[in-house]
Structure formats: structure tokens, C-alpha cells
């Protein structure tokens, strides 16, 4: 039960973090909040989570945890709390990425009508959201000479 409340609390914070950075102006407390709370409160909520499965105070599924075989990682998402630390890996990652093609896009000058779906299918689709930027990117960042 627990597992499952953390799952729906996960996704709801992570939900109202997207609307804000594709909604919200980017003010830079806004964009502080995001990072710092957001995807570092995500990271924190994981890294406690993997050294609990790795030390065995949650426990695996068959086989233990290990990262060096397909059964051992198999093993790790085989409970609920397994596939909610997993989760958090996922919602940290694309966050701060979401977070990043902001940033990079309002520096490129490049419009939020065109920002919004590529974030949107960031949230849904990490890399995939992740590859359209930078394909969107290419053009904006040798006009302006920022390649950074």
C-alpha cells in the first residue's frame, strides 16, 4: 500500500513540476524550485531507495539485486518498491533534461509554442522528447553561434 501511495504522489509532484516549466513564465526561482526540489528530491528519494534494495533492508526479488545480469536487474523491479525507486530514476532524469531544453530553447529564442509538445513528449518519452530538441536545436544554435 505504501508503494503504491508513493507511486501516485510521485507521478502528481512530477505532473505539477512539468505544467509549471511548460505553463508557468521561467522565473528563476521557478526554474531553482525545479531543479533543487524537484529533480534533487527525486534523486534523493532514489539513492535512498537503491542503497536500501542493495543492502537488503527492502528486499529483492529472487536472486538479489544485481546490476551485472539481466535476472539480477530483473530482480530489483520485481517488487512494487523495486518499480517505485526505478520510477524516480526515470521522473529525475527527464525532469532535469525538461529543465535543460528549457533553458537552452528560451536562450536560443526559440518560440514556448514550439517548446510545449517537445517538453511534453520529454515528460511522456525521455530520450525521445531528448533526440526532437536536438534536432530542433541544430539550426537555432549555429544561427546564434551558441552551441553550447
Request: proline share 4%.
Given at each position: ?131 526532437v530538441w536536438l534536432i ?13
Amino acid at each position: 500500500m505504501i508503494w503504491t501511495t508513493l507511486f501516485n504522489v510521485l507521478n502528481m509532484a512530477a505532473l505539477v513540476a512539468w505544467a509549471a516549466l511548460i505553463l508557468l513564465p521561467r522565473w528563476p526561482a521557478l526554474l531553482s524550485a525545479l531543479l533543487y526540489l524537484g529533480v534533487g528530491g527525486l534523486c534523493l528519494l532514489y539513492a535512498c531507495g537503491l542503497i536500501a534494495v542493495l543492502t537488503g533492508v527492502i528486499p529483492a526479488g529472487e536472486g538479489g539485486a544485481d546490476f551485472t545480469t539481466i535476472v539480477g536487474v530483473r530482480s530489483i523491479f520485481a517488487s512494487n518498491a523495486g518499480v517505485v525507486i526505478g520510477w524516480a530514476h526515470y521522473l529525475a532524469f527527464d525532469l532535469f533534461v525538461g529543465i535543460w531544453i528549457a533553458r537552452d530553447a528560451d536562450a536560443k529564442s526559440i518560440s514556448r509554442f514550439i517548446q510545449a509538445p517537445i517538453l511534453a513528449v520529454t515528460f511522456l518519452a525521455g530520450p525521445l522528447g531528448l533526440i526532437v530538441w536536438l534536432i530542433v536545436r541544430e539550426p537555432a544554435a549555429r544561427r546564434s553561434g551558441r552551441w553550447r
